[in-house]
């Protein structure tokens, strides 16, 4: 990984540990930061990781001591995918790539109209058109509003008088970056997400480059819209059924 690249990742993947910190604390979850890494000593909530790595070379031993082990499904994004968790226990449970797209690129105008929630019922109008009906929109809690660094971003249709909810993506704001997680569109999926969240940052943001993380065919679909891999990472998990998202 060249330096260029490195310095991304650990943009990013401080980026995403801020994120999933906010998260954590609408939950009543506390994390910390430390040198190498952030972790929660209580496990946090579904989708999000005890700990996110901040840097390479992470020591395995101290970074699992921190984190809650002794409940199903504690897990690790191994930001760098440098660590080697199997003998404490841990499995590798899916590997992506970190994605980066340059400040002021060009955007395409999106279909639908866009803003940010603000207010308790539109959060809850946006977590329930991201859920679909798996039954989780209750992860996404009023506190969020409070997180100053962080921006629910929604789409409407333009002729539609009822204001539903059909795209959206959350945004977190870092010193040097802007993250990306939890994109969704009802219809078209994310390719039809991405112009908006895109044409929406490019307002809010335009000096910020843009990172995140995606796999599959989701991680195409972001490479079609501009955004470049930088770097893998790797999410391990110690046992149960669910994992990170974001």
């Not at 109209?113 to 809690?141: I, K, M, Q, Y």
């Amino acid at each position: 990984m060249t330096t260029s690249r490195q310095a991304l990742v650990r943009a990013a993947a401080l980026n995403n540990a801020e994120w999933c910190a906010a998260m954590c604390r609408t939950h009543g979850v506390q994390g910390e930061f430390g040198a190498d890494a952030w972790a929660a000593p209580v496990r946090t909530p579904l989708y999000y990781p005890d700990a996110v790595t901040l840097g390479p070379d992470a020591d395995p031993d101290a970074l699992t001591a921190r984190i809650e082990t002794a409940s199903p499904g504690a897990s690790v994004k191994d930001s760098f995918a440098d660590l080697d968790l199997a003998e404490a226990g841990f499995r590798v449970l899916f590997e992506a790539q970190w994605i980066h797209r340059p400040a002021g690129s060009a955007t395409a105008s999106p279909d639908l109209e866009w803003d940010v929630a603000g207010d308790p019922d539109t959060l809850r109008a946006w977590a329930l058109a991201w859920d679909d009906g798996a039954g989780h929109a209750d992860l996404f809690r009023p506190g969020l509003l409070a997180e100053p660094e962080t921006f629910v971003l929604l789409g409407r249709s333009a002729d539609d008088t009822e204001g539903t909810v059909v795209a959206g993506a959350v945004v977190s704001r870092s010193e040097q970056v802007v993250g990306v997680s939890n994109v969704f569109g009802r219809d078209g999926g994310p390719d039809a997400a991405w112009p908006l969240v895109l044409h929406a940052l490019a307002r809010l943001f335009p000096t910020l480059p843009v990172v995140g993380y995606e796999q599959g065919d989701d991680l195409a679909v972001a490479l079609r819209h501009g955004f470049e891999p930088v770097g893998p990472l790797r999410v391990w998990m110690h046992s149960g059924q669910h994992g990170p998202r974001d």
